[in-house]
Nanobody, 116 residues
Framework: QVQLVESGGGLVQPGGSLRLSCVASGLTYSRSTVSWYRQAPGKERELVASITMAGGVTNYGASAQGRFTISRDNAMNTVYLQMNSLKPEDTAIYSC?????????WGQGTQVTVSA
């Protein structure tokens, strides 16, 4: 059983930074990809970034390009999302997701609010 617990969300001013963490217990590193998704009120959920736990191959959604960085620490069972130059339109619930063969797991999400 895989459990994902996110943390690090909060209120930040435009232009500020936040680092989100996703602790993934029970994950089989060699066959998994961990992703960050976000969903703003009234909008569809979108992919922010993903990383393969074995090789560290990353992929970013258009909104994250050049501002966000996803990374992993296998020893700590943790995936991070460093978010810089935050904008009000980045306000959303950010959720961590782990994809294994045939099944996807989700965390509970963490709120990020970008506002002056």
């Amino acid at each position: 059983q895989v459990q994902l617990v996110e943390s690090g969300g909060g209120l930040v001013q435009p232009g500020g930074s936040l680092r989100l963490s996703c602790v993934a217990s029970g994950l089989t590193y060699s066959r998994s990809t961990v992703s960050w998704y976000r969903q703003a009120p009234g909008k569809e959920r979108e992919l922010v970034a993903s990383i393969t736990m074995a090789g560290g191959v990353t992929n970013y959604g258009a909104s994250a390009q050049g501002r966000f960085t996803i990374s992993r620490d296998n020893a700590m069972n943790t995936v991070y999302l460093q978010m810089n130059s935050l904008k009000p339109e980045d306000t959303a619930i950010y959720s961590c997701s782990a994809l294994l063969p045939g099944i996807r797991y989700w965390g509970q999400g963490t709120q990020v609010t970008v506002s002056a």
